[in-house]
């Protein structure tokens, strides 16, 4: 069964517009969550993360907000830019942070 | 950059051939991981290493098996590969210390 699950395969969004890509957990031992992008034939590289202390961290354009109580994350990407299409990852790890569960990935389209 | 490299980036093989898959770090890092990605799945781990030596299994660990004779390799193999086992397998690190995991290139591998 699916630990992390992101509902939306696909998600288009107007240049300049916010981009809001979503991901749900569902075991409460994760404590460390993270998002990745990724590229057609290029690994996943690391965007942000978040620990469960706290409910928003935010790096430059990204802004990943965590709900422990809804057991959900958000990014947010302002303004979004075409160079922000790809696929999007969430992951959640726990304790030693040695197995990490990935979502299905949520595939963002910039529309200049 | 992680200084992560995977050989083969692409591999076509037939079922019931062996095949390994090799994953070359750099810097020395202690904890390595093997995923593969298929669609509507996301990145499963396979198996992880958290030393020369020292591996565990993930969550898809059947039909493979690694091994870590050198802080700098990780090697996974498919003893008898299967159609089931066509997929996209990447490698990570994770920093000592971080609990964040870095990706390599991947490798695309197609069992016919």
């Known amino acids: 069964d699916q630990q992390v699950k992101q509902n939306s395969p696909s998600l288009s969004v107007q240049e300049g517009r916010i981009s809001i890509l979503n991901c749900d957990y569902t075991?409460?031992?994760?404590?460390?969550f993270l998002w990745y992008k990724k590229y057609p034939a290029e690994g996943p590289t690391f965007l942000i993360s978040?620990?469960?202390?706290?409910d928003k961290n935010e790096d430059g354009r990204f802004t990943v907000f965590l709900n422990k109580s809804a057991k959900h994350l958000s990014l947010h990407i302002v303004p979004s830019q075409p160079g922000d299409s790809a696929v999007y990852f969430c992951?959640?790890?726990?304790?030693?942070?040695?197995?990490?569960?990935f979502g299905t990935g949520t595939s963002l389209t910039v529309i200049p | 950059d992680a200084g992560i490299t995977q050989s083969p980036r692409h591999k076509v093989t037939e079922t019931g051939t062996p095949v390994t898959l090799r994953c070359h770090q750099t810097?020395?890092?202690?904890?390595m991981y093997w995923y593969r990605q298929d669609p509507g799945h996301g990145l499963r781990l396979i198996h992880y290493?958290?030393?020369?030596?020292?591996?565990d299994k993930g969550e898809v660990s059947d039909g493979y098996s690694v091994s870590r004779s050198k802080t700098e390799d990780f090697l996974l193999t498919l003893e008898s590969a299967t159609s089931s086992q066509t997929s996209v397998y990447f490698c990570?690190?994770?920093?000592?210390?971080?609990?964040?995991?870095?990706f390599g290139p991947g490798t695309r591998l197609t069992v016919l």
């Open positions: 990570a690190i994770r920093p000592q210390g971080s609990d964040t995991q870095y």
């Open positions: 810097e020395n890092h202690r904890y």
């Open positions: 992951a959640a790890s726990w304790n030693t942070g040695n197995q990490f569960y």
């Open positions: 075991n409460s031992m994760f404590d460390y």
């Open positions: 978040i620990s469960s202390i706290k």
């Open positions: 290493s958290y030393g020369v030596k020292d591996t």
